[in-house]
């Protein structure tokens, strides 16, 4: 079976980016700065021959993925598998308040041993995301797909096909309408083609 690429696309901005954790916090919807971003993100990924775009169920990450699936002729299709982190009583609460917390210390150290409270930990949103991506992509074989989804939840699917520890996932940077592009082989290794590009074509800011 041939390899499938996958674009791993994380959502651009809301009002709420970089200042609250907001987690599947519904009615969050893009700003005017996050829908320019989206537009720049379907431009980039304009020449490229996708056959599907999945996005999270989330209001930011389905209006990300809008212009990007209208540039191929293409309709969003959710997937669950690729959700923010549930980040229980965390959710949509100031960041700045967040980091005065000794757990905050731990998500930043050693992610692998974090549950938030009343929420998932961050090995069972990696575990399955991971089986998401694996199932797409065999879904799609040959084939190039866009999922759009969530700044962690993509660390932590590049952290895994790159045999890197959940531990180091922190050392990823995924700004928001950036997208990374991997490759899965069938029965072979992954590839990590590209990583948080923001780039638009366009040659607009």
């Known amino acids: 079976m041939p390899a499938t690429t996958l674009v791993l696309l994380r959502h651009a901005t809301t009002p709420a980016t970089g200042r609250r954790l907001g987690g599947r916090t519904p009615g969050v919807h893009l700003d005017a700065a996050g829908r320019a971003q989206a537009e720049a993100a379907a431009r980039r990924l304009a020449p490229l021959a996708v056959e599907a775009v999945y996005a999270s169920p989330l209001e930011r990450t389905r209006e990300t993925a809008a ?64 089986e998401a991506s694996e199932r797409l992509a065999a879904a799609h074989p040959g084939g190039t797909i866009v999922l759009v989804s969530h700044a962690d939840v993509i660390k932590a699917l590049l952290a895994h096909h790159l045999g890197m520890g959940l531990d180091l996932f922190q050392r990823l940077v995924i700004a928001p309408a950036s997208s990374s592009t991997l490759v899965l082989p069938d029965g072979g290794a992954p590839a990590v083609l590209a990583v948080n590009d923001t780039s638009d074509p366009a040659g607009r800011p």
């Open 67 to 130: 212009p990007v699936a209208r540039a191929h002729g293409l309709r969003v299709r959710t997937e669950r598998g690729l959700l923010e982190v549930d980040y229980g009583d965390w959710t949509d609460r100031p960041l700045a308040r967040l980091r005065r917390l000794a757990l905050w210390r731990t998500v930043q150290q050693a992610p692998s041993r974090v549950t938030f409270p009343g929420g998932e930990s961050i090995r069972a949103a990696q575990q399955r995301a991971v």
